[in-house]
């Protein structure tokens, strides 16, 4: 079997598929996007598509390595969600070629089904209590939200009432059972992280999430010390490497790779398996389409190590198409009572529906996440 031909296409709501094809007739889909730079990601996939045509694609980690220590200049999120997106497709390909899911070829499940979570109260939470009723009510365990909207390098203890009063609001519209995680995005800066941080104690989050931005990771030792509850982080982190420093340096309970930002499949699975090894819980990152989310559960299924799942129906971000949209049948992804069931179709198991991708690419805008300012002008985090 060879590989002939890749082809992309960016769709709506901020998301970009790619199709690797074979001579005997079968192909391979994965999600290789950078959100907002999906056309820089594109261009990637394609200079990378010199080193595929004409290959083995059962030979995953040495394409894998090829693709990775082929340049002199590596890692990153444009090169590794490039690399991300091909190794996603190429596994696909294997488990259709040997007709077996993906996670069989890796050691096979280690649980039967996995808990998935949803989001409530988009970027600049609102309302919360109602929509975090109605998610229970839905049939979930777990929802995520955005602690703050914009916050200064130095704010009022003002800001941080509300978001305290936010979180506590959905703590009591659900009750202690439920998890509630909490993102700060990277928009809370140190100074006001170590405030935020403790003032939600009482309100026992699931986790906390990017407490800070990843280039001020070394902060988390000194404002996380004593916390009851886990800190995740880790979907601005792009291979192995950058994990492991993050791990050597005991700052994190969760780890968060996106299995289209890290290198795909391959890598997830390394960082999965080292992560285990320091006691530190799995929840990869996924507010993008079907396949990613095939593939993080595909991870889930085969890593020990990891407890819940991120999906993105209905998320804040998804405007001109939906999780489920571009797929022939839904039922693979389903969602029952919190859970989705173990995949056992093969390859990643899904099917794209590549009409309708097509079709909805002719009118892909090229989605740019906001850009916030302060009140005085200054840019802020989003």
Known sequence: MKITKLTTWRVPPRWMFLKIETDEG????????????????????????????????????????SLYRGGFYRGGPILMSAIAGIDQALWDIKGKALSVPVHALLGGAVRDRMRMYCWIGGDRPDAIGPQAREVVTNGFTAFKMNGTPELAIVDTHAKVDAAVARAFEAREAVGAEIGIAIDFHGRVHRPMAKALLRELEGMHPLFIEEPVLPE?????????????????????????????????????????????HCGGLSEARRIAAMAEAYDVALAPHCPLGPV?????????????NAFI???????????????LDYLVDPTPLR???????????????????????????????????????????????W
């Open 216 to 260: 001020h990771l070394h902060c988390l030792p000194q404002i996380a010390s004593g916390l009851s509850y886990p800190i995740a982080t880790g979907e601005r982190l792009y291979s192995r490497f950058q994990f492991r420093d993050l791990l050597e340096a005991r700052m994190v309970d969760i780890v968060q790779p996106d299995i289209s």
């Open 335 to 381: 969602i029952e009572n919190g859970f989705t069931p173990l995949l056992d179709r093969p390859g990643l198991g899904v099917e794209i529906n590549e009409e309708l991708v097509i079709e909805r690419s002719r009118a892909a805008e090229n989605w740019r996440n906001p850009l916030w300012r302060h009140g005085d002008g200054s840019i802020a985090e």
């Open 292 to 304: 990613a989310l095939a593939a993080s559960l595909h991870l889930d299924f085969l890593s020990h």
């Open 26 to 65: 079968i192909s391979g889909w994965g999600e290789p996007v950078i959100e907002g730079r999906a056309a820089t990601v594109e261009a990637a996939v394609h200079e990378l598509s010199e080193l595929l045509i004409g290959r083995d694609p059962h030979r995953i980690e040495d394409i894998w390595q």
């Open 309 to 323: 799942q991120e999906q993105s129906a209905g998320i804040h971000y998804n405007t001109g198409a939906d999780l």
